[in-house]
């Protein structure tokens, strides 16, 4: 029994056993996580407390272990946070993305601004105990980990305050969950919110939205553009479409080019805003019913998947497709979002190319630009380690701060999580390819919070129960609850009664301000209806950014 006692026995710290003690908590937790408790799980932040359970009975690792893996899981995490959010992120500052990050952004100051009175007022809990009771309740992983590794620049030798800290986070994060549930709770019987309605208002605005590219068939009947080639129908609605086909008053097909001319009597397929049609309508003529594909003719449409590195950045107008191929592109579908096919556009490895022309010549193209969804299930690991690489070095630069005796870095969770963003967003200008598999992407993120929740769990958990079940951990579950609720109370009550903000995005607004995913499947759910999603994802890249850089400066300003 020698060889089963060293590697299931407490204590034991070779290779072999912390391995099968990291498979255990982390098969464990993920399976225990899934359990609903009145339609909520925890998810993979389950590991953490499996982790603590082991823990607190003796079962560890060798530091040095439990530092690599908690470290390297961190950054695994955050790079894949990073490279999902990143190219939504500058676009969430556009029209009808602000006021949702602006409150947000007010929600985490009122976190910030209520740790902080709570660390003046009760002057027995210490700011790393704090400091990770708010990440608990703002349910942010992130936050723990660049928060963490703010203690250790400021002194290497802190482990027991990186434990107290992860316990803190720990006490509070159960509550802070159904803290925001209960805030969405709270607002909508405050206002006595019917949620059916809200649902049958906010499909009522997304009928009229003009950022989804709508298709659509006009007849020619102005005679004032009578003659008129595609250049001069541009010069006249202004805005950026494509006239997909046409169909001559005779009954012949033809894919335009920017020579042709149009006639009263031809039929134009269009694809344009949304929110354009009517003014289509007014210079071309009314809006009729035809389907293009029971029409006879040789022209085709095809999706064609851009999966050769060459093409990572180039415009669409680079491709020549009227003068080489005999094409039109009409839409390029990036990440499940379809986007109007603008000669200026700049494709992306992954993206699908709608184009419009002869089955030869949609054959060539596809030839030419990859069309092999085999290459796009092959791991861009290049990017991956240049980015890690790159995220480390600038986590690594200190910023000195007036009144800050340390200098602030962003860490090895701050680092990364911004050269994510940038390379999602401007990666394709270094020729990098940014694509990853939704799988992958998943998996990477996944695993490397596993390993994180595991470390931390497994560190402290010999000190969990002696801190956390006694008059001072009873105090950090309700300091944990009050960050939680009261922020979005506040802000809940100001979207509703001043900005008068549908029901479904005041729910997507508080998980994504608090990064909680259980929140969000709590909203889909209850209400059926993607909305809450879009308003999460909408806040959710500034607030994660937000999240690891407050937690620092707290570390940073008041320890």
Known sequence: MEWFLQLFAPGNMTLASTIV????VIAAGILLGKIKICGISLGVTFVLFVGLFMGHWGYTANSDVLHFLREFGLILFIFAIGMQVGPGFFSSFKKGGVRLN??????????????????????????????????GAVTNTPGLGAAQQAILQVNPDAGLATEEMAMGYAAAYPLGVIGIILSMLLIKRLFRIDTEKEVKAIDRDLQDMEHQPRIFTLEVTNLLIDGYDLVQLHRVIAGDFVVS??????????????????????????????????????????????????????????????TKNE???ITLAQLHLHAVYQLNATRVNRAGVDLLASPKLRLQVG??????????????????????????????????????????????????????????????AGGPL???????????????????????????????????????????GGNFAATVFNTMGMWWVIW???????????????????????????????????????????????????????????VYPLTMFLRVVAAQLLVLILM
């Open 311 to 313: 093409f990572n950045g």
């Open 480 to 538: 944990g609850f009050v960050v939680t609720f009261f922020p979005l109370v506040g802000v809940g009550i100001l979207a509703r009664k001043v900005y008068k903000m549908n029901f479904l995005s005041i729910m997507g607004l508080f998980g994504g301000s608090m990064t909680d995913p259980p929140a969000l499947a709590y909203a889909n759910n209850s209400t059926g209806h993607d909305c809450p999603a879009v308003a999460y994802s909408t």
């Open 21 to 24: 003690l990291y498979s255990f």
């Open 102 to 135: 602006m409150l947000a952004c007010f929600v985490i100051l009122l976190n910030v601004a209520i740790v902080v009175a709570i660390f003046f007022i009760d002057g027995e809990i210490s700011i790393t105990a704090l400091v990770g009771v708010m990440s």
């Open 351 to 412: 993206d699908r190319l709608t184009v419009v022309g002869p089955e030869e010549d949609i054959s060539r193209l596809a030839s030419k630009l990859g069309n092999s969804l085999k290459r796009l299930n092959e791991p861009n690991l290049t990017t991956l380690f240049i980015g890690i690489f790159l995220g480390i070095v600038l986590g690594s630069v200190p910023i000195a701060f007036p009144g800050i005796s340390v200098p602030m870095k962003l860490g090895l």
């Open 245 to 306: 086909r046409l169909r001559t008053s005779d009954g012949r097909v033809e894919i335009p080019t920017a020579k042709t001319y149009i006639h009263c009597g031809d039929k134009l397929l269009i694809v344009a805003q949304g929110g354009d049609v009517h003014r289509f309508a007014a210079v071309i003529g009314p809006e009729v019913e035809m389907d293009w594909e029971a029409t006879p003719s040789q022209i085709v449409s095809r999706r064609i998947l851009i």
């Open 418 to 460: 911004v050269v994510a963003i940038l390379i999602s967003r401007f990666g394709y200008k270094i020729k990098l390819v940014t694509y990853t598999s939704s799988a992958a992407s998943l998996f990477m993120r996944e695993i490397g919070i596993s390993l994180f929740l595991a470390s931390v769990g497994i560190a402290s």
